[in-house]
């Protein structure tokens, strides 16, 4: 499935996961309807991002669901996954893009219309735009800390590729991101800290639908 | 030219070069004839290290010295580096194969026997062994921070590769380490943060050399 297409993306993070795994996480997200699943799970070695890559590679498999790694593209082609996403400080799009192939999905943040042009420029399939709202920073005002859903809109506008938001988004605020022009919305604590992740899915994946 | 002829191997830590950019103590150093050269740089992002390595590879092109990329295989081949080095916690060396080609040069750290055994069974190419001696640990007893040159020894005997010892060899003890039977010794400090690198590498290469 095309990343504009994808509704809700999930971003794995098991220290943030209320202590679960994060193969459970994925499995019973999946089951409620995530469209794409990516594999972050920063301060982890990359051994134990390939052992978890190719448990989640199994299980995205089976729910025809695209995987993506984050930052690595070695990690992303050892474990088979369907692409990359880079950060602004990650190797460059043109260098994955090289590496993976042009079948590969490569995302890239962005937080700003130059960068978006730069990876739109770059070969990039889809951006990842924020952080939306203020994400582990509470005692910070948001305003500093979220580009809000006015810069995914700028961004949308500016640029002719599927917007993904990231950054605090939860079933709460889906909807603003995606009426302001996101394809979907990317998120790590709302689906991954839920008591239910399964239902967390399914309900944001039908609040940005309902926008779309 | 193959890891066993490696006596000594530059392993680049800008934050250990007393201000000194990386890109000016490799060149000094290549001057004062290593045989190879590791680009680590912990601490700084893959794009800093991709940029720093595409000049690295410039540098060690012209002096025909090999050029090794620690723990990403991406990043070696975006470099056009000639291969990569692995931690006990990077990547498989079994995938680095895979992925860079058989051409490649695949290094792996082992501090023990069955790590070695491990390492040759995946293919390696090379072993760097240490912590020889202790390093960065001065508050600290050196017995529960090196493996000493004894290790190097058991290790040498064990597994039919060359060994490179690393940690905290200087021109003072690379003789111990080469006559315990390390084809070389891997140094960060005793290059990068010496007044003279070029007469620093001279040095330990002579000390190295004339144990072999």
Redesign the interface.
């Known amino acids: 499935m095309n990343p504009s297409e994808w509704r809700a993306y999930l971003v794995t993070q098991e220290s943030r996961s209320a202590g679960r795994e994060t193969a459970e996480i994925v499995e019973t997200a999946l089951d409620g309807g995530v469209d794409a699943v990516q594999i972050r799970e920063k301060g982890r ?4 991002r ?1 052992d978890l890559g190719r448990r989640l590679r199994e299980l995205t498999a089976d729910a025809d669901v695209p995987l993506i790694v984050n ?5 992303a ?2 474990v088979d996954a369907d692409g990359v996403h880079l950060g ?5 799009a043109a ?2 893009r ?2 993976l192939g042009e079948e590969s999905i490569v995302g890239v943040s962005a937080s700003t219309v130059p960068e978006a042009r730069a990876a739109a420029d770059a070969g990039a399939d889809y951006l990842g735009v924020g952080a939306v709202y203020a994400t582990d920073t509470k005692d910070v005002p948001a305003e500093t800390n979220g580009v809000g859903p006015e810069r995914v809109a700028t961004i949308a506008d500016a640029v002719d590729l599927p917007v993904v938001g990231i950054g605090g988004i939860d079933a709460g605020n889906a909807g603003a991101v995606a009426e302001a022009g996101a394809a979907g919305v990317a998120v790590v604590s709302a689906i991954t800290a839920a008591d239910d992740p399964r239902a967390a899915a399914a309900e944001i994946r039908e609040v940005v639908g309902d926008e779309r």
Not at 45 to 48: D, F, G, K, M, V
Not at 71 to 75: A, F, G, H, I
């Open positions: 070695s990359a051994r134990e390939y930052d690595r593209v070695d990690l082609a050892a602004q400080s990650d190797l460059p260098v994955a090289e590496r």
